[in-house]
């Protein structure tokens, strides 16, 4: 069973790709961020896709050996470059217009993790926020697509795959969540605590209208979907897999600065969120 996932930050993304690896599945992610590029994985290989400035189309791979690794969360780190070898400048991100000629070997991926851009869509559903990214749900409920891409093929492909939108039921533990890992923690230890709570319930207002902003988008252009619970879904299921691991496996990952040193903050932080919504 071929699937793709699409999920806001803090959505399950790990989770995610730790069942690719689990099961052997071969997984394309499309990094949902300001500079665009896949990872392809596979069992023994990880290769890079991405655009340079002039539209010339880039790849570059290494050999891994993923045994004993399966559920290793530190390991996923590595599909990110954080080395930054051959990403270009973060603050002047380029515009994929060419990236589409490569989508049939991401469509060959038994996984697909974060597929909007392949449909044109690209961006942080982070509106407001320190980068000024595009405001996502608004260009997918509007259909104003940045990319260039072959809009027919990626549909076609799409509606043959199962397309997964996945949400979260538990509003507290999503806030904590995000509270805990999904924003900058050098703002707390700039003593700068306001701009941080104001930046996480800005991705919170988005991660919660994300789903439906999705949703709508694949009701336009016919692609069928299934809404998957963070909280309750069955993944083996769902994604048609033999092995899993809890729903919360990750639900800490990258989170345990905040934890140890701002515990005693957290409880009002979402206290505070859940009175506004």
């Not at 290989?45 to 290494?62: F, Q």
């Not at 924003?183 to 996480?200: A, C, N, P, S």
């Not at 919360?248 to 009002?268: G, L, M, Q, R």
Request: net charge negative; aromatic share 14%; proline share 3%.
């Amino acid at each position: 069973m071929q699937s793709s996932y699409t999920s806001s930050h803090r959505g399950g993304k790990s989770h995610y790709k730790l069942l690719a690896q689990l099961n052997n599945k071969s997984i394309a992610q499309i990094n949902q961020g300001r500079t665009l590029y896949t990872t392809i994985i596979t069992h023994d290989r990880m290769t890079w896709y991405w655009e340079e400035y002039g539209g010339t189309v880039c790849w570059e791979d290494k050999e891994i050996d993923l045994t004993g690794r399966e559920t290793d969360l530190n390991y996923t780190k590595e599909m990110y470059r954080k080395d930054g070898s051959m990403w270009m400048d973060f603050d002047r991100p380029v515009l994929a217009n060419n990236l589409y000629k490569i989508f049939p070997k991401f469509f060959e991926c038994d996984f697909i993790l974060y597929p909007l851009p392949l449909l044109g869509y690209f961006g942080y559903p982070k509106p407001g926020d320190i980068h000024n990214d595009i405001e996502l749900c608004e260009a997918l409920e509007t259909r104003n697509a940045w990319m260039n891409v072959d809009l027919d093929y990626s549909i076609k492909m799409m509606r043959n795959r199962n397309n997964i939108i996945a949400y979260k039921e538990d509003k507290r533990h999503e806030a904590w969540n995000f509270f805990t890992g999904g924003g900058d923690v050098t703002l707390l230890h700039e003593g700068k605590e306001d701009e941080y709570v104001r930046q996480i319930k800005l991705r919170l207002h988005e991660a919660r209208r994300l789903p439906d902003s999705v949703r709508s988008l694949y009701n336009y252009y016919k692609i069928p979907y299934e809404m998957f619970s963070l909280d309750t879904g069955d993944y083996k299921k769902v994604f048609g897999v033999e092995k899993t691991i809890p729903n919360d496996y990750t639900s800490t990952f990258e989170a345990n600065t905040v934890i140890t040193e701002w515990s005693h903050k957290i409880d009002k932080w979402i206290e505070d969120y859940l009175d506004e919504i």
